[in-house]
Nanobody, 123 residues
Framework: QSQLVESGGGLVEPGGSLRLSCVASGFTLDYYGIGWFRQAPGKEREGVSCISSGGSTTNYADSVKGRFTISRDGAKNTVYLEMNSLKPEDSAAYFC????????????????WGQGTQVTVSS
């Protein structure tokens, strides 16, 4: 069964860092662009970052540019989201998904989704 599983979320103070992982099972992640998305309570799901299948193209939401870095490790079938200088407004459930929008961060143009991992930024 093909699935994505996120991990690495948690509670962190403002200014802190977390690294999220998105591990694929049942298929080879290298063949697909992968996006990270987030959803805070009462808000719509939004695109955060994306990396193309070859890793040559990345895209970031303006709100996270310069603070978040997306990367992939084919040997581990994993995509990472390194999050630095976290702010309370980054608090949300974070999801990874297969991207079908050529890394345009379109929530509706996605394939398989993971179950999400919660990130809470609070002092």
């Amino acid at each position: 069964q093909s699935q994505l599983v996120e991990s690495g979320g948690g509670l962190v103070e403002p200014g802190g860092s977390l690294r999220l992982s998105c591990v694929a099972s049942g298929f080879t992640l290298d063949y697909y662009g992968i996006g990270w998305f987030r959803q805070a309570p009462g808000k719509e799901r939004e695109g955060v970052s994306c990396i193309s299948s070859g890793g040559s193209t990345t895209n970031y939401a303006d709100s996270v540019k310069g603070r978040f870095t997306i990367s992939r490790d084919g040997a581990k079938n994993t995509v990472y989201l390194e999050m630095n200088s976290l702010k309370p407004e980054d608090s949300a459930a974070y999801f990874c998904a297969i991207d079908l929008s050529s890394c345009r961060l379109r929530v509706g143009d996605t394939g398989i989704w993971g179950q999400g991992t919660q990130v809470t930024v609070s002092s």
